[in-house]
T-cell receptor, first 115, second 109 residues
Framework: DGGITQSPKYLFRKEGQNVTLSCEQNLNHDAMYWYRQDPGQGLRLIYYSQIVNDFQKGDIAEGYSVSREKKESFPLTVTSAQKNPTAFYLC??????????????FGSGTRLTVV | GEDVEQSLFLSVREGDSSVINCTYTDSSSTYLYWYKQEPGAGLQLLTYIFSNMDMKQDQRLTVLLNKKDKHLSLRIADTQTGDSAIYFCAEIQVNQFYFGTGTSLTVIP
């Protein structure tokens, strides 16, 4: 079955460490997105990529980095520069970055906790 | 992006109707969406409405759109315990989605 796989489901990080969250899709979608979810704040866009080898900053990109070397993969690195990284991270994809009725397809999320 | 606003919490009794409201910001949004998030999971697209429509019905779900007031609502008929979740409205601005804060729906048996 086609879909988006995020791993791991739970991740614990010590302060000062970088960690990388995986997002893989087999939907042949061109566009991929990373969102951060905090209670009561909804979803905030971190980075997005509309095509391989290209990506743009979203609303809260500071302290994060991404790469898009393959169409199916869009990993997110949470660096030590991110001051408050504990959150639920969601990856999404879309066949086309232009708006359409199908919206986005989401992964099941990674919960990152700083210990 | 500007804020898409929703109430944070809603409680209803099983069998009653639920109405979740959303105020969006971009009058030129082509599509408006409702997503459902169950605990610890990603978001699932429930339904969408095209901006030239006033209403869309899909089984127990009814979406109402008031473009003049930029108001979107989702009505769930005969609400069941399995409907307990967080519901997000979303709009498109400049080819990006902007999500509301989410409404946590609790269904009381």
């Amino acid at each position: 079955d086609g879909g988006i796989t995020q791993s791991p489901k739970y991740l614990f990080r010590k302060e000062g460490q970088n960690v990388t969250l995986s997002c893989e899709q087999n939907l042949n979608h061109d566009a991929m997105y990373w969102y951060r979810q905090d209670p009561g704040q909804g979803l905030r866009l971190i980075y997005y990529s509309q095509i391989v080898n290209d990506f743009q900053k979203g609303d809260i990109a500071e302290g994060y980095s991404v790469s898009r070397e393959k169409k199916e993969s869009f990993p997110l690195t949470v660096t030590s520069a991110q001051k408050n990284p504990t959150a639920f991270y969601l990856c999404a994809s879309s066949p086309d970055p232009r708006p359409a009725h199908y919206g986005y397809t989401f992964g099941s999320g990674t919960r990152l906790t700083v210990v | 992006g500007e804020d898409v606003e929703q109430s944070l919490f809603l409680s209803v009794r099983e069998g009653d109707s639920s109405v979740i409201n959303c105020t969006y910001t971009d009058s030129s949004s082509t599509y408006l969406y409702w997503y459902k998030q169950e605990p610890g999971a990603g978001l699932q697209l429930l339904t969408y409405i095209f901006s030239n429509m006033d209403m869309k019905q899909d089984q127990r779900l009814t979406v109402l759109l008031n473009k003049k007031d930029k108001h979107l609502s989702l009505r769930i008929a005969d609400t069941q315990t399995g409907d307990s979740a967080i519901y997000f409205c979303a709009e498109i601005q400049v080819n990006q989605f902007y999500f509301g804060t989410g409404t946590s729906l609790t269904v009381i048996p």
